[in-house]
């Protein structure tokens, strides 16, 4: 009876968890079907070498942002953040799996800070305050 009385004190919490979860999926999602989710952080049987030719052309995509953001197309620049940065995180993944131990402690550093960034880039376009977008910029 405590357990029903506890998750009945909190319904807010499990729907929250729930949509969290459905929520990263979508992020990590590159297929663009409806339910399909795909949680791998690499890409199935892609070389280094090809991790490492795809990290310019996502990194060029991030970049291209900029003229979103100077005309304030918030949507079309969470769009194009989104789906350049979920592939980036795969190469860069596939790519720090691939380096020897010693080396990646400092390649997951990177990673981290560079996707904490995509991410409260992300939220200021959510919030389409303009002067915070292009402070995370």
């Known amino acids: ?3 029903n009385t506890s998750i009945n004190s909190q319904p807010d919490l499990f729907t929250r968890r729930v949509a969290n979860s459905v929520a990263l999926a979508l992020v990590f999602s590159e297929s663009k079907t ?3 989710f795909e949680f791998s952080l690499t890409v199935p049987d892609q070389t280094i070498q090809e991790a490492e030719a795809e990290i310019k052309n996502h990194a060029r995509e991030l970049l291209s942002i900029k003229t979103l ?3 304030e197309t918030w949507k079309a620049a969470q769009t194009v953040l ?3 940065s979920s592939r980036l995180k ?3 993944y596939t790519i720090i799996q691939a380096k020897p131990g010693s080396q990646r402690p400092v390649l997951r550093k990177l990673y981290s800070n560079l996707f904490n960034n995509v991410t409260e880039l ?3 376009a959510r919030s ?3 002067v915070l977008v292009k402070e995370c910029y």
């Open 34 to 36: 409806a339910l399909s």
């Open 90 to 92: 795969q190469d860069l």
């Open 128 to 130: 389409k305050d303009a």
């Open 82 to 84: 989104r789906e350049s």
């Open 122 to 124: 992300d939220y200021a």
């Open 69 to 71: 953001i100077d005309s």
């Open 1 to 3: 009876k405590k357990l």
